[in-house]
């Protein structure tokens, strides 16, 4: 007979409604502990987070030719400073929504959120072409596109963590690779219908293409464990008494602040050292292309040799990689430089799930992810617009390759 076990603090039997959150509990952990690390359902997950990043990560990520553009064509009366806070706007906006759309997530909201920012990305995109004046630009590039591209942002990071475990980092590279694929490719086609059908219809066109991939993004998300409310409230703000995730969080912060700068100017940088327009303008596509394979292979590393140790690392060489750029005048070098740059640059993105999910329970981690994706996006609304400032100076483009690089 099945010894009957009794609470310690009362001595009577546990109640029914204790035995049953104990039961819940139990298989809760069992869920969260086998992790599937592959899979059909786990596969088709991350091709709707590939399309995620794609159509998010991969359009903002092209701003370096919206820059080139205004700054030649559309936008001539504004500095470059000011056309740089459009993108730069941009980036902080898929950063700063993540704290609540992290909370959202855990507790078992996030589909409402994830449709309706594809929702805002496309909408906004058709009415760029109806863009007139500098702050209509603002409003439906920068903030339009930016916080759509942040309702989805720290979903797509998220759910990842939910269906691999050991693959962490591969997955999140792959994830993050599809962003780097969009910002490679977007560049391309929307500089090729610029020239070929003007800028309203190539925009209109993006608009189409972003339909089907977020559509397919929409229809392959899913999430595998249980919402839970953990306790903390909306910020989790006792997250913060762990140490290593403050200086991670620290750390983060100064770190986004100089990433984005050189992408934002490589092909304005590259015309003003002489290099051809007709070149200089793939500049954009070879750093993102180079950043995909470095997603990846910096999540293999980073399952075998330790997420925050390669982080590390490819974080240093990119410093030093944007410390030189200014210094390449020829084609070779800046090509050479922009590879470096890019295969390095990819990390944060690959490597912070997994980061965050070895400093805690993965019942938060979306509350978690959110609030160091928040952290960092203040900094990157500064880095480019600051760097703008820098290229109107006497240094030009060489003080905003030290900023940027010792950031």
């Known amino acids: 007979m099945d010894k009957i076990s009794y609470d ?3 001595n009577q039997l546990p109640k029914d409604g204790d035995v049953k959150g104990e039961i819940e509990t139990v298989a809760s952990q069992d869920i969260a502990s086998d992790f599937p690390d592959g899979g059909l359902k786990a596969w088709i997950v991350l091709c709707g987070t590939f399309s995620g990043f794609f159509a998010t990560f991969g359009y903002v990520n092209s701003w370096g030719v919206f820059q080139e553009y205004y700054q030649q064509k559309v936008l001539r009366g504004s500095s470059p400073s000011e056309i740089a806070w459009i993108g730069s706007i941009q980036h902080a906006m898929i950063f700063i929504p993540a704290v609540f759309v992290g909370r959202l997530f855990d507790i078992g909201y996030f589909r409402i959120p994830y449709a309706a920012g594809g929702l ?8 760029v072409p109806q863009c007139k004046v500098y702050w209509h630009f603002l ?18 990071i998220t759910v990842v963590t939910h269906w691999f475990n050991k693959r962490r980092g591969f997955a999140l590279g ?11 490719v977007f560049p391309i086609i929307i500089r090729q219908l610029i020239t070929r059908i003007g800028f309203p219809w190539a925009l209109r066109t ?5 339909i089907c991939i977020l559509l397919i993004s929409n229809l392959c998300i899913a999430r595998r464990l249980p919402s839970v409310k953990a306790p903390g409230g909306l910020l989790g703000l006792h997250a913060f008494r762990n140490i290593p995730f403050s200086v991670l969080c620290v750390g983060g912060f100064f770190t986004l602040m100089g990433l984005f700068t050189m992408l934002t100017y490589i092909n304005t940088s590259a015309i003003a050292f002489g290099i051809s327009p007709n070149f200089a303008f793939y500049l954009v596509a070879i750093v993102n292309f180079s950043s995909g394979v470095g997603r990846v292979v910096s999540g293999m590393l980073g399952d075998r040799l330790g997420p925050m140790n390669i982080n590390t690392i490819m974080t240093i060489i990119t410093g030093v990689a944007t ?3 200014p210094h390449c005048r020829t084609i070779p070098s800046i090509t050479v430089i922009s590879i470096i740059y890019g295969f390095t640059s990819g990390a944060w993105l690959a490597l912070i799930g997994p980061m965050i999910g070895q ?3 993965i019942d938060d981690i979306g509350r978690r992810i959110g609030a160091i994706n928040t952290i960092v996006g203040l900094s990157t609304i500064c880095g480019p617009p600051i760097s703008g400032v820098f290229v109107e100076s006497k240094l030009g483009y060489m003080a905003v390759g030290y900023f940027a690089g010792k950031s």
């Open 120 to 127: 805002l990305i496309v909408l906004t995109t058709f009415l």
């Open 8 to 10: 310690d603090d009362t």
């Open 174 to 184: 792959v994830t993050s690779g599809g962003g780097a694929l969009g910002a490679t």
């Open 359 to 361: 400093l805690g329970s």
């Open 206 to 210: 993006v608009g189409c293409m972003l």
């Open 323 to 325: 410390i030189l750029w």
């Open 139 to 156: 409003l439906c590039q920068g903030f339009g596109v930016g916080i759509g591209s942040g309702l989805m942002f720290c979903t797509m």
